[in-house]
């Protein structure tokens, strides 16, 4: 029966006989049933668990942990430099002295990714001895040679060979020659030589000893020695004591170079007449480095002007080159330019012997002004021109002093020793001998190219030149000739 509100009202009364009254508001809920009478459990079952699933949720990554960095302690500074691009090079252990520390030789893996090294070390025969390797552009541009030295650049003259030696007679005693001796004493030579002139007498052969076995800058030390310790000229003391020939070599010896040239110039010009051969051989055959010495040599010691005395002492056209050649302007150009010499030759020719006359200013201008080089190359164009060297041009167009001076400039341009080598035959082949020459040319050439003049000697005329020598002279003279040949 439903009440007015709703619910449900039941006239059910439960066991018991108690009343038993839904509320109003209550749904109907059965009572529990009642275990009585008991009955038997019911089967056990096992629990019917859902099935387990996988959890919905996205796989756990591992922890996105910045990775542990080794603790930043400070580091030693590094010096701020690169490091070497090549691994440091050893000479090479080749030395004949065991006891050299030799550093072991670099691994050459190391340093990885490197060229080789650029430039090894040359093979010296001495121990511990460095050099820098040669470089083949060090002398270029060309440099002109020193005074009194070959030039590099020339072809070297061509050396004879060697040829039998005649037997000659015993040389005299002179002590061994040392060009560059390693007990060189300068006051001992002084002294050595002050006993020999002081005194009553003079010890000859002391003073040979010591010229013959010293180079010309050991003598010229050894004058201004003496002069220092015993306050007078070294040369005019031994001119006091000694006499003849054998005086002017010793003093000579004692000159430099220049001096000499000076010396002799002067004795050649001075009082009445004029020695024109000895003009023609010093100034016809030195270069313009030893020409612009000799002029200040000259000056230094005469107090007077070398070219004022020339101009009065010649003239005409021997004069005129003369005076072109002590200017000083020979070119020292070892390369000749071809076309430059074909155009000389063929000036030569048209002012010779290709017309009537001779246009001698030609002359004087090429042979004042070309280079040794160019001189032998005009000489060739020359020969193909007219089919004869210059040599014979000359003959044919001049004549007196002019002549010998143009054909001295281009022999002694040419090839010097072979002139030299003539002027000492001439000196002591024949009844006589000329002794002045003998001993400028000797002692002028001592210092430069004596042994080549010795050479071309035997070459030119197939004798010995230190035998004709000795057979020309004699006494202490002829000793001091010999030792000065004999050294070179």
């Not at 490091?83 to 050299?100: F, K």
């Not at 037997?167 to 001796?181: E, H, L, Q, R, W």
Request: proline share 15%.
């Amino acid at each position: 029966m439903m009440t007015n509100n709703g619910g449900f009202q039941s006239n059910y009364s439960g066991q018991g006989g108690g009343n038993n009254y839904l509320h109003r508001s209550q749904t109907y809920n059965p009572s529990p049933p009642n275990n009585y009478p008991p009955q038997y459990p019911p089967p056990q079952q096992p629990p019917q668990y859902p099935p387990q699933q996988p959890p919905q949720y996205p796989p756990q990554q591992p922890p996105q942990y910045p990775p542990q960095q080794p603790p930043q302690y400070p580091q030693p500074q590094q010096p701020n430099y690169p490091p070497p691009q090549y691994p440091p090079h050893q000479p090479p252990s080749n030395y004949g002295r065991s006891n050299t520390y030799m550093p072991p030789p670099p691994n050459p893996n190391y340093p990885p990714q490197q060229p080789p090294y650029p430039q090894q070390y040359p093979q010296y025969g001495r121990a511990n001895t460095y050099a820098p390797p040669p470089n083949p552009y060090q002398n270029y541009p060309p440099q002109q040679p020193p005074y009194g030295q070959p030039n590099p650049y020339m072809p070297p003259p061509a050396v004879p060979p060697p040829m039998a030696r005649a037997p000659t007679a015993p040389m005299p005693v002179v002590v061994g020659f040392d060009p560059y001796p390693t007990n060189f004493n300068p006051e001992q030579d002084c002294q050595i030589l002050h006993n020999a002139v002081h005194g009553a007498g003079t010890d000859e052969r002391a003073i040979i000893n010591i010229i013959v076995n010293r180079n010309g800058l050991q003598r010229a030390e050894i004058r201004r020695r003496y002069k220092a310790m015993y306050g007078k000229d070294l040369i005019k003391r031994l001119k006091e004591d000694t006499s003849g020939n054998f005086k002017d070599v010793v003093s000579g010896m004692f000159m430099s170079p220049a001096e000499y040239d000076a010396t002799c110039l002067y004795k050649a010009m001075k009082g009445l007449g004029t020695n024109e051969g000895v003009l023609i051989e010093i100034i016809g055959t030195r270069t313009p480095q030893q020409l612009t010495a000799i002029k200040l040599a000259f000056k230094d010691i005469y107090n007077d002007d070398l070219e004022k005395w020339v101009k009065g002492d010649t003239s005409g056209n021997f004069r005129k080159l003369l005076i072109a050649i002590l200017q000083c302007n020979r070119s020292m150009n070892p390369v000749p330019d071809p076309a430059m010499c074909q155009a000389d030759a063929q000036a030569l020719y048209s002012a010779g012997e290709g017309r009537w006359g001779t246009d001698e200013s030609t002359f004087i201008r090429i042979f004042a002004n070309r280079s040794a080089a160019e001189i032998a190359m005009i000489n060739d164009c020359y020969s193909r021109i007219r089919g004869k060297d210059l040599l014979h041009a000359i003959d044919k167009e001049f004549s007196g002093d002019v002549k010998k001076l143009l054909q001295t400039v281009v022999q002694g341009l040419m090839n010097a020793p072979a002139y030299f080598a003539k002027r000492i035959r001439d000196s002591v082949k024949g009844l006589g001998t000329n002794d002045s020459r003998l001993v400028r040319v000797i002692v002028s050439r001592a210092e430069i190219d004596l042994g080549l003049i010795k050479q071309a000697y035997r070459t030119s005329f197939g004798r010995d030149m230190l035998h004709d020598v000795r057979d020309d002279t004699s006494g202490y003279y002829k000793e001091i000739l010999t030792g000065l040949i004999a050294r070179c």
